[in-house]
Each structure stands twice: as C-alpha cells, then as structure tokens.
C-alpha cells in the first residue's frame, strides 16, 4: 500500500463544488492500494502515518506526530484521500501504466478499510470520495511531503 504525506496548515477536498473533507493542521494522506495488498499493508501503513514524527517540537525540530502536535496531547486532522495514480509506473513511454494498482473493487475495500481503522484510533478523519474526480486544495506546511510504502507480500 503506497501514501504520499503531506504536512499541511489546512486541507480540503471538493467533489462537485461541494466540500466533503476539510481538516486543519494536520496530514493529507493520499493513498493506493497495490495487487496483492491485504489489511495488514493497510494496518501497518496507517500505524507508520500516525507515528511518524514530522512535525515541530518547541526547538523547531521534527519531534512530534499527527497524534500530538504541541506535546499536549493535542491532535493534528487527518484527510484521507485515495489515488490509484500513486502506483503509476512510468519506466516505459509516455504514458504512465497502472496495472500494480489494484482493481476497483479491492482498492475501494481497503481504502474503506483504511479510514474505518484510522477512525477507530484517530479523533479527527475526515476523507475524499472513493473514485471520484476530486479537487484537492491544501497548504502545505514546510514544504513536508514523504512518500511511503507497505510492500505486498512475495
């Protein structure tokens, strides 16, 4: 399962001209389930995003999670938003190939499965609209932005 984290002021995401997800300091996930992928790359995916220490401490160093944004316990918003495009491969011609994405059908499972556990343990989820075309607005704090990879097994 791929993410791509970014550290964000505030975020949002439209389908239609209407707001469906909005947070605001916190983290925009975009996120691709890949053939082969199972609830276990999505567990640890989501374990790795809440832990991740990318936000900063009172000295300015990158010392604090989404879980706790002022060493007070304090949660940062989570948006999570899915992309099949995040498994693109682009090594042949120019035009990007997607057949490690999942289908449809799994990717839309694990993507519900994802945001259900992400609720489950985080106070602030909101999300885009599974397949949808989704306008994606956000202002990235930093920049940070990190991509990361739960590789299917074999």
Excluded: W
Excluded at 16 to 38: K, N, T, W
Excluded at 101 to 113: I, K, N, T, V
Aim: with cysteine; proline share 6%; charged share 20%.
């Amino acid at each position: 399962m791929i993410g791509l984290l970014q550290r964000v002021r505030e975020a949002r995401v439209e389908v239609a001209g209407e707001i469906v997800g909005r947070i605001g300091p916190g983290l925009l996930a975009l996120v691709c389930a890949e053939q082969g992928d199972s609830e276990a790359q999505a567990d640890k995916l989501l374990a790795k995003m809440l832990k991740l220490r990318i936000f900063s401490d009172e000295a300015g160093k990158m010392n604090r999670s989404v879980q706790d944004l002022d060493g007070q316990g304090t949660c940062g918003g989570l948006l999570i938003v899915s992309q099949f495009t995040l498994a693109a491969d682009t090594r042949g011609g120019n035009r990007p190939s997607f057949t490690q994405a999942a289908p449809p059908a799994q990717g839309e499972r694990l993507y519900d499965y994802f945001v259900a556990q992400a609720r489950a343990v985080h106070p602030m989820v909101a999300t885009g609209r599974f397949a949808a075309d989704m306008q994606v607005h956000l202002v990235n704090d930093g920049p940070v932005t990190l991509p990361l990879r739960i590789a299917p097994p074999g």
